[in-house]
């Protein structure tokens, strides 16, 4: 099956961090750039930080100072480094590939995996 699988979410005190993955399958050969986005019930999924194929990292104002976006393509993976963490960050945290190419050749877009809740507690 072809999936991005997000993991590292959970309970955490507010001030504490947290270390979410997006790892690809193995059928999957390379990802390109990746973004997590976080999506509050009823709210629209809104950018954290994306990160380009060569490790470009970009944050958007929710992502910035206490985030940190990286990857490991020999590893197809992603990782959102969450620290000083707040209540108001609680929600579940998606990643999402613009382009994937997985085994045969075959390139996939506009893909996300299937979330992990955070939640902070005060």
């Known amino acids: 099956q072809v999936q991005l699988v997000e993991s590292g979410g959970g309970l955490v005190q507010a001030g504490g961090s947290l270390r979410l993955s997006c790892a690809a399958s193995?059928?999957?050969?390379?990802?390109?750039?990746v973004g997590w986005y976080r999506q509050a019930p009823e709210k629209q999924r809104e950018l954290v930080a994306t990160?380009?194929?060569?490790?470009?990292?970009r944050y958007a104002d929710s992502g910035k100072g206490r985030f940190t976006i990286s990857r490991d393509n020999a590893k197809n993976s992603v990782y959102l480094q969450m620290n000083s963490l707040k209540p108001e960050n609680t929600t579940v945290y998606y990643c999402?590939?613009?382009?994937?190419?997985?085994?045969?050749?075959?390139?996939?877009?506009?893909?996300w995996g299937q979330g992990t809740q955070v939640t902070v507690s005060s």
């Open positions: 999402n590939a613009d382009q994937i190419w997985i085994v045969g050749g075959l390139r996939r877009t506009d893909y």
């Open positions: 990160i380009t194929s060569g490790g470009s990292p």
């Open positions: 193995k059928n999957i050969v390379r990802i390109n750039t």
